[in-house]
């Protein structure tokens, strides 16, 4: 089977030569940094022939990107304003993997956020893909891989407009001014809509995702009752689209724990959900128990297995087999590898991943 061919099949619960291979498993860069010292070679990549996945994810920023802007610097921390227009302060030492402060965000006024909307995002392929848009899109009419179009970070109707807002403003605008709540989201999903109207005059696509990363440790930032009256309707007109010309699946990506949240996914057409961080108690056996078959999942293998060693990336590898098995179900970690994942560690895991079907 070809990358693409695996892809559905797997989606579609249906018989495959063997489980699509070593997606998801990217590393910080200080981790690559340690991992230097522990054997890795860049210039030996690719360490593992994994299956090839087009993940299409920058479409959909701020465009034209904000020109970074240094506002202020000291010996640990640096302020400026980034290509999305927040103005956030930043550690020097560890800037991936330290949580920066954000300081101010670009549309926090509805004036502002009219002025965003007009100036930075606009459904112009030309700008945001390139100029010869129409010749990259039609090439991947005879793919062998599967297509996903993914609307990253601005693709949600909490993370997108948390983006624009903060999460302070968003959180009160939801009782404050519910108005022009529905004002960011209608205008986002136009948006949305407009991208993959045009898209798809050129291409198929496999899967469109949604991004949004609305949780944390123990629960959402929103609850199920607020996603349903400010969210479910923008999910749904948008799902009902992309599902009308031609995507058989729609994604969403949410760190945290979000069982209480699936349920609203789910109405609105959602199909493929991901990462399940295991460290805030998603577990994705349980997931399929709940909700079956129409819910596939991706990935849920806890990463901090992979730092403790053989014995525990054995037991991650054997909880999650039963699934692979089933189909539906993408194994991959819960999220990036840690600098504590030693090199060795992520080599017996590649190793073993590929033996689990």
Known sequence: MNHRERFLRVMNYQPVDRCVYGVWTGAWPETYEVWKTQGYDPAKEPYFQVDNWCWQGGWFFPNPPFAREVIAEDDNTITYVNYEGILMRERKDNPWSSMPQFLRFPAETPEAFRAFMR??????????????YVAK????????????????????????????TGVEKLCMYFYDDPDFIDEM???????????????????????????????????????????????????????????????????????????????????????????????????????????????????????????????????????????????????????SMPPDVPFANYLYYMEKLRTIL
């Open 137 to 164: 899109l039609t090439a991947y009419k005879d793919r062998d891989f599967p297509l996903m179009v993914v609307a990253d970070r601005w693709g949600g109707f909490f993370g997108g407009l948390r983006n624009m």
């Open 185 to 335: 989201s209608g205008r986002l999903a136009d948006f949305i809509i407009a991208m993959m109207s045009q898209i798809l005059d050129y291409t198929d696509v496999d899967v469109f995702g949604f991004w949004e990363d609305m949780a944390y440790k123990t629960g959402p930032l929103c609850g199920p009752d607020t996603m349903r009256r400010f969210m479910l309707p923008h999910y749904k007109r948008v799902v009902d689209y992309v599902r009308g010309r031609g995507v058989p699946f729609v994604s969403l990506d949410s760190d945290g724990d979000v069982s209480s949240l699936i349920p609203v996914w789910l109405d609105a057409g959602v199909n493929i959900l991901y990462p399940f961080e295991v460290q805030c108690g998603m577990d994705v056996l349980q997931v399929r128990k709940e909700y079956g078959r129409d819910l596939r999942l991706w990935f849920g293998i806890d990463k901090r297995a992979l730092a403790i060693g053989p014995a525990a990336i054995d037991a991650e590898l054997a909880r999650v087999r039963p699934l692979v098995e089933e189909g539906g179900y993408i194994p991959g970690l819960d999220h």
């Open 119 to 132: 100036d930075r995002m606009q459904p112009d392929l030309g700008a945001r893909i390139g100029a010869d």
